[in-house]
């Protein structure tokens, strides 16, 4: 197992390097399609609030939602032959993070099989409303309405099943044509080195993925317009680095995910939530300490403008009170005289160790600590000022914390948090995400987008505060 | 592992997730530190309570793991209102019966909800401060109604007097295992079939639904 742990260790480590030297055409084309399809979908979310400043466009904000494929009808497994190993993602890593976001799918083109297993659904429901329906002397056509039933249902997974055939045909048809044309374009004399032959999947899988996407060829159309607009193709450039993140971060998550069912199959005994915990803890030590540094620097890039508002608005509110981001005078001492001190300082300085860990577990764990200072400093200063105050605990809601945090997120001084938090975003384990790391992370994320925010138009939007 | 129910099909446990919405000051926080009093008698208490709660139940023999998230009212904080609320299998929308422009804001709320979440999140309108009842600017009816238009319930409750708010809950929750047994039910219908191929025109049942019970089958 530890081989094992080492060879994927030297493959993801492989991707990042090859991923901030240069973005290669690799990652889109790597994607499943569902996943990047989504990429659109995965703006509307954001996006549908208006006001938002963090780049809708950001595919990472929900990775989680990008990997559950949109068109499903499209999904195919790569057929090129060359199975073992190959850069491209396996689509169980798909299917698995499909299931887990199974509701979605009501919203999406549903594959023949599923729409038939809903059709389905809805025959029985039918049959059953029909069997209530029938009278005691109407008992004998229980029996037809039970058979009829069945063969209905029966007929139409068939058909399904022919449709899905169908389809899939249709898609190895069209891939042996595209791959057709790679090798034309790429028609070597003599023999073909492996790396040639790469080329060719690779050129094959572009193709591909053109059929199925508009956007590479709008952008070809836009730089073929504009020849001497630069910055398109910088545009371009960070366009595809945003896609490899995804794939560098599916290829993570996929493996790390590999070795915890082996490492639960392999030691059954191990199989349960706090064991689970420990060796996820673990895998995730062993794995990410030697690559988050490599991973936040890609993070980084991809969210440049988004540090670059928060540097701004952190430059702008240095000497802020905690008032002037819509903290309740109550939570926080009006008096100056705390010696070098500032409200919420232990907080601050808990969030400021967060980019010293460098694996997401104890990341999480940090922002998690950094709230709950934040409540007890808050729970402190309302003593403060109620003469009377009964220590009532934790009276802290969303309406108080938000603007602490963004406070302390403030007094941090630290653009990288943004580009951190977006990074545990995608890496925080689905058990954990409904629970309080999830809900810390989230509440982090929230604060970092409304500091990125001041420096707009927050200055007026704070007023609202106070009215 | 994953929101909405997961587990062994005997001793299973559901895991929901519920957002709590509404405009500052309607009582939100109130609400859940009132329904942490009365069901939290245990010393397990952590200080994030008011903000994020978690709570295990036992309803009708089964077990559930609820989170409850509470969000910010303010409507700077809303640009990431769906990294809140997705994944959520239920929201509590709150308003203040007192304030109408409280009760406009959970409208807005429901139709981005629905929007984005769909039909599979259960969802609650729940006009708060019913001690204050004399200053009623929010009518039982129109509330009632809204609610069942966009397919909601409706609570009344009273965070100072302690009123409701246990119903609310447990009606929710008992709810959100409806919703997640029924889509089990879905997913174990999905079973294919190998069959020869064949190909033919699927058997859609379209019988007409709003059949009053006593009629016989006439089919349209």
Same mark, same amino acid.
């Not at chain 1, 390097?17 to 954001?46: F, I, N, R």
């Not at chain 2, 409280?102 to 309108?125: A, H, P, T």
């Given at each position: 197992?530890?081989?094992?742990?080492?060879?994927?260790?030297?493959?993801?480590?492989?991707?990042?390097?090859?991923?901030?030297?240069?973005?290669?055409?690799?990652?889109?084309?790597?994607?499943?399609?569902?996943?990047?399809?989504?990429?659109?979908?995965?703006?509307?979310?954001?996006?549908?609030?208006?006001?938002?400043?963090?780049?809708?466009?950001?595919?990472?904000?929900?990775?989680?939602?990008?990997?559950?494929?949109?068109?499903?009808?499209?999904?195919?497994?790569?057929?090129?032959?060359?199975?073992?190993?190959?850069?491209?993602?396996?689509?169980?890593?798909?299917?698995?993070?499909?299931?887990?976001?199974?509701?979605?799918?009501?919203?999406?083109?549903?594959?023949?099989?599923?729409?038939?297993?809903?059709?389905?659904?809805?025959?029985?429901?039918?049959?059953?409303?029909?069997?209530?329906?029938?009278?005691?002397?109407?008992?004998?056509?229980?029996?037809?309405?039970?058979?009829?039933?069945?063969?209905?249902?029966?007929?139409?997974?068939?058909?399904?099943?022919?449709?899905?055939?169908?389809?899939?045909?249709?898609?190895?048809?069209?891939?042996?044509?595209?791959?057709?044309?790679?090798?034309?374009?790429?028609?070597?004399?003599?023999?073909?080195?492996?790396?040639?032959?790469?080329?060719?999947?690779?050129?094959?899988?572009?193709?591909?993925?053109?059929?199925?996407?508009? =956007?590479?060829?709008?952008?070809?159309?836009?730089?073929?317009?504009?020849?001497?607009?630069?910055?398109?193709?910088?545009?371009?450039?960070?366009?595809?680095?945003?896609?490899?993140?995804?794939?560098?971060?599916?290829?993570?998550?996929?493996?790390?995910?590999?070795?915890?069912?082996?490492?639960?199959?392999?030691?059954?005994?191990?199989?349960?939530?706090?064991?689970?915990?420990?060796?996820?803890?673990?895998?995730?030590?062993?794995?990410?300490?030697?690559? =988050?540094?490599?991973?936040?620097?890609?993070?980084?890039?991809?969210?440049?403008?988004?540090?670059?508002?928060?540097?701004?608005?952190?430059?702008?509110?240095?000497?802020?009170?905690?008032?002037?981001?819509?903290?309740?005078?109550?939570?926080?001492?009006?008096?100056?005289?705390?010696?070098?001190?500032?409200?919420?300082?232990?907080?601050?300085?808990?969030?400021?160790?967060?980019?010293?860990?460098?694996?997401?577990?104890?990341?999480?764990?940090?922002?998690?600590?950094?709230?709950?200072?934040?409540?007890?400093?808050?729970?402190?200063?309302?003593?403060?000022?109620?003469?009377?105050?009964?220590?009532?605990?934790?009276?802290?809601?969303?309406?108080?914390?938000?603007?602490?945090?963004?406070?302390?997120?403030?007094?941090?001084?630290?653009?990288?948090?943004?580009?951190?938090?977006?990074?545990?975003?995608?890496?925080?384990?689905?058990?954990?995400?409904?629970?309080?790391?999830?809900?810390?992370?989230?509440?982090?994320?929230?604060?970092?987008?409304?500091?990125?925010?001041?420096?707009?138009?927050?200055?007026?939007?704070?007023?609202?505060?106070?009215? | 592992?994953?929101?909405?129910?997961?587990?062994?099909?005997?001793?299973?446990?559901?895991?929901?997730?519920?957002?709590?919405?509404?405009?500052?000051? *309607?009582?939100?926080?109130?609400? *859940?530190?009132?329904?942490?009093?009365?069901?939290?008698?245990?010393?397990?208490?952590?200080?994030?309570?008011?903000?994020?709660?978690?709570?295990?139940?036992?309803?009708?023999?089964?077990?559930?793991?609820?989170?409850?998230?509470?969000?910010?009212?303010?409507?700077?904080?809303?640009?990431?209102?769906?990294?809140?609320?997705?994944?959520?299998?239920?929201?509590?929308? *709150?308003?203040?019966?007192?304030?109408?422009?409280?009760?406009?804001? *959970?409208?807005?709320?429901?139709?981005?909800?629905?929007?984005?979440?769909?039909?599979?999140?259960?969802?609650?309108?729940?006009?708060?401060?019913?001690?204050?009842?004399?200053?009623?600017?929010?009518?039982?009816?129109?509330?009632?109604?809204?609610?069942?238009?966009?397919?909601?319930?409706?609570?009344?409750?009273?965070?100072?007097?302690?009123?409701?708010?246990?119903?609310?809950?447990?009606?929710?929750?008992?709810?959100?295992?409806?919703?997640?047994?029924?889509?089990?039910?879905?997913?174990?219908?999905?079973?294919?079939?190998?069959?020869?191929?064949?190909?033919?025109?699927?058997?859609?049942?379209?019988?007409?639904?709003?059949?009053?019970?006593?009629?016989?089958?006439?089919?349209?």
């Amino acid at each position: 197992m530890l081989t094992l742990a080492e060879q994927c260790l030297e493959r993801a480590k492989s991707f990042i390097g090859k991923s901030t030297d240069a973005p290669d055409l690799l990652a889109p084309v790597s994607c499943s399609p569902g996943q990047s399809e989504s990429h659109q979908t995965v703006v509307l979310p954001v996006a549908i609030s208006a006001n938002t400043v963090s780049p809708p466009g950001t595919p990472l904000d929900t990775v989680r939602k990008a990997a559950s494929p949109t068109k499903i009808s499209h999904r195919r497994v790569l057929s090129d032959g060359s199975g073992e190993l190959s850069p491209f993602l396996p689509p169980q890593v798909f299917q698995r993070l499909q299931t887990v976001k199974s509701k979605d799918i009501s919203k999406k083109e549903l594959t023949p099989i599923e729409q038939a297993s809903r059709l389905n659904q809805k025959l029985k429901a039918n049959y059953e409303a029909r069997l209530a329906r029938l009278t005691p002397d109407q008992v004998y056509q229980k029996t037809s309405l039970t058979l009829s039933l069945q063969r209905q249902m029966m007929e139409n997974l068939i058909i399904a099943k022919a449709r899905q055939d169908a389809l899939q045909r249709k898609m190895e048809e069209r891939r042996l044509r595209l791959q057709e044309e790679a090798n034309r374009r790429f028609a070597a004399s003599g023999a073909v080195t492996a790396e040639e032959q790469e080329q060719r999947t690779l050129y094959t899988n572009v193709l591909e993925y053109e059929q199925d996407h508009e =956007w590479p060829k709008l952008w070809k159309a836009n730089i073929k317009e504009n020849p001497d607009n630069l910055t398109l193709v910088s545009h371009l450039v960070s366009n595809l680095l945003r896609f490899q993140l995804i794939f560098v971060m599916c290829s993570l998550f996929y493996i790390s995910d590999q070795l915890l069912s082996l490492c639960l199959l392999s030691f059954e005994c191990l199989n349960t939530a706090s064991y689970k915990d420990l060796c996820l803890a673990g895998i995730e030590e062993a794995f990410f300490t030697p690559l =988050w540094s490599a991973l936040v620097a890609l993070f980084r890039k991809v969210n440049t403008e988004r540090e670059q508002a928060f540097e701004t608005s952190m430059k702008l509110y240095h000497d802020a009170s905690p008032g002037d981001v819509g903290v309740p005078l109550k939570l926080f001492p009006q008096d100056p005289d705390m010696q070098g001190s500032y409200p919420y300082e232990s907080a601050v300085q808990e969030l400021k160790l967060l980019v010293k860990d460098y694996c997401p577990q104890k990341k999480l764990e940090c922002i998690v600590r950094t709230l709950r200072l934040i409540c007890a400093c808050a729970e402190e200063y309302r003593c403060l000022h109620e003469v009377d105050s009964s220590p009532r605990t934790a009276a802290i809601g969303a309406d108080d914390l938000l603007p602490i945090l963004s406070f302390v997120a403030l007094q941090c001084q630290c653009p990288q948090l943004v580009s951190e938090c977006a990074a545990l975003e995608e890496f925080i384990h689905e058990g954990y995400l409904i629970g309080e790391e999830g809900y810390c992370l989230t509440s982090m994320q929230s604060a970092l987008a409304y500091v990125e925010s001041l420096h707009t138009g927050g200055a007026h939007q704070s007023v609202d505060m106070f009215i | 592992m994953a929101a909405g129910g997961t587990g062994g099909n005997s001793g299973k446990t559901y895991s929901f997730k519920v957002v709590l919405l509404g405009e500052g000051c *309607v009582g939100k926080t109130s609400l *859940v530190l009132r329904y942490c009093e009365n069901k939290f008698n245990d010393k397990h208490i952590t200080t994030l309570q008011a903000s994020f709660l978690t709570k295990k139940l036992n309803i009708t023999g089964k077990r559930v793991n609820l989170a409850i998230w509470d969000t910010a009212g303010q409507e700077r904080f809303h640009a990431l209102g769906p990294i809140y609320y997705r994944d959520s299998n239920g929201a509590i929308l *709150v308003y203040d019966i007192t304030d109408e422009d409280s009760f406009q804001k *959970v409208k807005n709320w429901v139709k981005e909800l629905r929007k984005m979440l769909g039909n599979d999140i259960c969802l609650c309108i729940v006009g708060n401060k019913i001690d204050l009842d004399k200053d009623r600017h929010v009518s039982v009816e129109e509330a009632e109604s809204y609610a069942e238009s966009v397919g909601a319930k409706h609570y009344h409750t009273s965070a100072k007097l302690n009123k409701g708010i246990e119903e609310l809950f447990l009606d929710l929750c008992k709810r959100m295992m409806d919703t997640a047994q029924a889509e089990e039910r879905m997913k174990g219908n999905g079973a294919s079939q190998s069959a020869s191929s064949r190909r033919g025109v699927q058997i859609v049942d379209d019988e007409p639904q709003a059949t009053p019970a006593g009629g016989c089958c006439s089919s349209g």
